[in-house]
């Protein structure tokens, strides 16, 4: 597990029900490419961010399959449209098998 990872999320407390709103995420990660090597010499193992997944109420709004390219600290944005309150869960998984998730409540009025 990679050391100080820290997802951040911001979702809006409430939405209109099938109007788009912007979602943003960013996690705190290196991201070790495996290229580069310690003070003796030794390859520094890749540790990277390999996938990222948004989930509202169980259901799929977008993922995204991540390379050894990929910056350090990767953000996202995107939007999404929903018709009922509940639950966004986000998911970012590590190389060497780490998951990291959040999770945060929309209200549709």
Same mark, same amino acid.
């Given at each position: 597990m990679a050391d100080n990872v820290k997802p951040r999320v911001r979702v809006p407390r409430s939405a209109v029900a099938g109007e788009a709103f912007e979602i943003k995420t960013l996690i705190s990660h290196k991201m070790e490419s495996g290229q580069r090597k310690d003070s003796d010499g030794n390859p520094i193992p890749r540790s990277?961010?390999?996938? !990222?997944?948004?989930?509202?109420?169980?259901?799929?709004?977008? /993922?995204?399959?991540?390379?050894?390219?990929?910056?350090?600290?990767?953000? !996202? /944005? !995107?939007?999404?449209?929903?018709?009922?309150?509940?639950?966004?869960? !986000?998911?970012?998984?590590?190389?060497?098998?780490?998951?990291?998730?959040?999770?945060?409540?929309?209200?549709?009025?």
């Open positions: 990277i961010i390999n996938h !990222f997944s948004c989930d509202f109420n169980g259901e799929n709004v977008m /993922q995204a399959m991540l390379e050894g390219a990929i910056s350090t600290n990767p953000y !996202f /944005q !995107f939007e999404a449209v929903i018709q009922e309150s509940g639950t966004f869960t !986000f998911t970012w998984l590590d190389d060497d098998g780490s998951e990291y998730t959040d999770s945060k409540d929309i209200t549709v009025g």
